[in-house]
């Protein structure tokens, strides 16, 4: 039941805003929507929590610690991003960036993206998981685009094409996946549920389950972002609305790391090696490497940060490609505060964009005099995400960093030389932007600083204290992925 409600709601909601999207009280329609399905995914993880993993729909959908987790995650930053896009749209609005059914197709589309990625998660259906991403990425490509603009245009077009190529590979390895499990399963959609899959991974052919994961890992690898597949991620952060941005770097990207990981188990399973594990290693660290020394060169705010998501994905996928308890307990934290930390960036860089007009960074100056809040914001969520203690994102990675020293040191200096370049990179931009007199394009805003407050109060928790229930939720999850 509580699976049909977090599901129904954002459905219902995207039905009821592609007519009043434009509304003025559309965007509370998008806020309470939100909310309902957050609050409908607290108490689904409830329910696991108290009852176990379990079935649900009959055998359609599939629930428990390491799916709901991501549930909850999902529907939070949907909410508060929600809560954000207000005023930030409504200034959007008012400045003429986007019109009547802009607004319309804006609204719906969000909530029709929360339902694509809610499905993706909950479903035990590896065909339906394929549907659902798909859903998403056709979704977010019509709202890359939403601004109608030349560039916003081809960013749109880049990400259909590559996305589209790369969830064609993905088909082609799910139909591999089919093929090996049929001989044991039979013939019918029972060869395709992930409950039936992981009681017979050992007796799945692994030659073909090897094959397989070749096409999943570049065709999902494609959504995550990883080098070389990610050229479509730049552009689409920095053409789309700012709130889309929050939402694919924040949540897109862990849905397809989700769908590969969930792979990988099932064919460690059935071949008995590490393999899948040493390919997910290899495009991690690649994409580490690649991202932290691209961020370097460039000049839009919102392109940097794009970057710097391509490259906590790849620590993320190293860290699960890595595996064992340490390294699997940092890729899920490192989720959870990459998720939390870039939306609440991107929350300030596009009020930034709004106070000076402008995405360039080399005109983007004196953020903490011009808007307190905006600028703090701004700074604190860069110390966050490039590791700097007390926040989340250190903890996480000094989980990975003592992972890779003790099981993997060849690979250590990579992940140092990657993680360094970043650092260096982003804090020396930021402060640019942060520091110096407020130059004379400067607007006057009211910005949105609850979603930012609460996402970086949370950061910094987790930094310090880890909580009992997510500890052990976390170890739970740890053992579904041995």
Not at 159 to 174: D, E, K
Request: proline share 4%; net charge positive; glycine share 10%.
């Amino acid at each position: 039941m509580m699976i049909l409600i977090l599901l129904a709601v954002s459905f219902v909601a995207a039905i009821i805003l592609a007519f009043v999207g434009d509304r003025r009280f559309a965007h509370e329609i998008n806020i309470i929507g939100s909310a309902v399905t957050f609050f409908a995914g607290l108490g689904l993880a409830v329910q696991v929590n108290m009852q176990g993993p379990m079935l649900a729909g009959g055998k359609f959908f599939f629930v428990d610690y390491f799916n709901v987790y991501l549930a909850v995650l999902t529907s939070l930053v949907s909410f508060t991003t929600a809560i954000f896009s207000r005023r930030y749209m409504r200034r959007e609005r008012e400045h003429g960036r986007v019109g009547h059914w802009g607004m319309r197709f804006y609204h719906a589309m969000f909530q029709l993206f929360i339902f694509a990625m809610l499905l993706a998660l909950l479903t035990n259906n590896v065909g339906v998981l394929w549907i659902a991403m798909e859903l998403a990425t056709l979704s977010t490509v019509l709202l890359v685009s939403l601004y109608r603009t030349p560039t916003a245009i081809e960013a749109a077009w880049k990400y259909f094409i590559l996305c589209g190529v790369g969830i064609a590979l993905a088909l082609f390895g799910t139909v591999l996946l089919y093929f090996a499990a049929e001989r044991v399963l039979g013939e019918g959609g029972e060869a395709l549920l992930w409950t039936n899959l992981n009681q017979v991974s050992g007796q799945l052919e692994p030659t073909v389950l090897r094959l397989a994961f070749v096409f999943l890992l570049v065709g999902y690898g494609t959504k995550v972002g990883l080098v070389p597949l990610h050229n479509w991620l730049p552009d689409a952060h920095s053409e789309g609305p700012t709130p889309i941005s929050a939402v694919l770097s924040g949540l897109l990207l862990n849905i397809a790391l989700y769908a590969l990981v969930r792979f990988k188990v099932l064919v460690d399973g059935a071949t008995g090696t590490h393999q899948a594990g040493y390919m997910m290693m290899g495009f991690g660290l690649l994409s580490i490497l690649v991202a932290s020394f691209s961020l370097l060169r460039q000049k839009d705010i919102k392109r940097i940060f794009a970057y710097s998501s391509i490259e906590h994905m790849g620590i993320a996928t190293f860290a699960f490609g890595l595996g064992g308890p340490i390294a699997t307990f940092g890729a899920l934290m490192h989720m959870l505060v990459h998720s939390l930390t870039k939306s609440s960036i991107f929350f300030t860089v596009g009020h930034a964009s709004q106070i000076h007009g402008t995405q360039e960074m080399d005109k983007i100056r004196g953020l903490i005099k011009g808007n307190p809040l905006v600028g703090w914001g701004l700074i604190l969520g860069v110390m966050a995400i490039v590791g700097m203690p007390p926040f989340g994102v250190f903890v996480s990675e000094f989980l990975i960093l003592t992972a890779t020293i003790k099981d993997a040191p060849i690979f250590t200096p990579f992940l140092l030389i990657g993680l360094g370049v970043a650092f260096a990179g982003i804090l020396r931009r930021a402060q640019q932007m942060v520091s110096g007199s407020v130059p004379p394009s400067h607007k006057s805003l009211k910005a949105a600083n609850i979603p930012v407050i609460l996402h970086m109060v949370l950061v910094l928790i987790l930094g310090i204290y880890m909580p009992d229930f997510l500890n052990q939720w976390f170890h739970k999850a740890v053992e579904l992925l041995k």
